[in-house]
């Protein structure tokens, strides 16, 4: 009968769960991955510097979204609308000039610097010094070297030298290039005494990043040399396909080989300003070079098909 039925059991209270128990999902991993990797990237050893990675890895963020839909104002993208102009070997010589200047001088003020020079006449004293800070003075000779060419010398050797460019460009890049050579003196000299070599492992690695510093050094100097030919005996505003070396590969052959250069310096300091560094120039230069190639195909209907924008074979 209905009444002989027996009632259902009624189910015991499920507790309440903990967020112990919640399986984290891939939402959450990547915003704490990501949030690792800015504070990672943003933690020198010193508050102030803290604050100018945070607002130079912010910007290089802000910059990479925004080139891959405006073209910045110079070179063949030069265009009218983006206020007064200088001449592009006058650009050159301002915006590059704050990196070398005061990673030099943060160098030379710190206590590596000044032990080396009051060593000079000292052999032993300065052999123990190279021997302690071997790998902060070659990274200073490869970082001077690119931006002694670069600042004072490319300007002048530009074939294009004398074409206008945005000065509110290249007033950015002095703000870009300053924070950059204080970052990278302060965190490899300055901070807790400048950093110190150590045997093994470190030389392995730092001879790795030195073969990818000097290969992209010369590619880029070689990739240079082909962009001044094409310019030569030609009327400004006068472009062609430019050929050889990387070229065959890439549409940006120049901006490729300064990408693999500065991972081998990031490679050699292994600093957080030195990451910034490499990260702040593929956020430029990548959206920069597919945009490049985009003009390239636009402008020539002979543009080489299998030739890619940044990464050889890749992209």
């Known amino acids: 009968s209905p009444a002989a039925r027996t009632a259902p059991a009624c189910a015991p209270p499920q507790a309440v769960p903990s967020p112990r128990d919640f399986t984290p999902t891939m939402a959450t991993v990547l915003v704490e991955t ?89 052999p032993q004293e300065l052999a123990l010094i190279l021997s302690q800070y071997w790998k902060q003075v070659l990274c200073f000779f490869l970082f001077e070297y690119h931006y002694v060419y670069r600042a004072w010398i490319y300007p002048f050797a530009n074939t294009g030298k004398d074409k206008p460019t945005s000065a509110f460009s290249s007033l950015i890049a002095v703000l870009w290039t300053a924070a950059n050579g204080w970052l990278n003196g302060m965190q490899m000299f300055v901070i807790n005494g400048g950093l110190r070599s150590s045997p093994g492992i470190d030389g392995a690695v730092v001879a790795l990043g030195f073969v990818c510093f000097w290969w992209g050094l010369v590619q880029n100097r070689r990739s240079d040399a082909i962009l001044f030919s094409l310019r030569k005996g030609t009327a400004q505003g006068q472009y062609s396909v430019p050929r050889g070396g990387l070229f065959e ?48 195909r636009t402008k020539f209907d002979d543009y080489p098909a299998q030739r890619k924008a940044f990464i050889p074979f890749i992209l």
């Open 34 to 122: 990501l949030l690792g990797w800015w504070e990672s990237l943003t933690t020198t050893g010193d508050p102030s510097c803290d604050v100018i990675a945070q607002l130079f890895l912010a910007f290089g963020l802000v910059t990479f979204l925004i080139l891959f839909f405006v073209d910045a104002p110079y070179g063949k993208h030069m265009r009218k609308g983006w206020g007064p102009t200088v001449k592009a070997w006058q650009g050159w010589l301002v915006q590059e000039s704050p990196s070398p200047l005061l990673f030099g001088y943060l160098f030379f003020t710190a206590p590596v610097g000044t032990r080396i020079i009051g060593s000079l006449l000292e």
């Open 249 to 296: 590969y890439v549409s940006a052959a120049n901006y490729f080989a300064e990408s693999v250069q500065w991972f081998g310096f990031a490679l050699m300091a292994r600093t957080a300003a030195g990451w910034l560094f490499l990260i702040n120039t593929i956020a430029n230069l990548m959206p920069r070079a597919i945009r490049t190639h985009e003009w390239y």
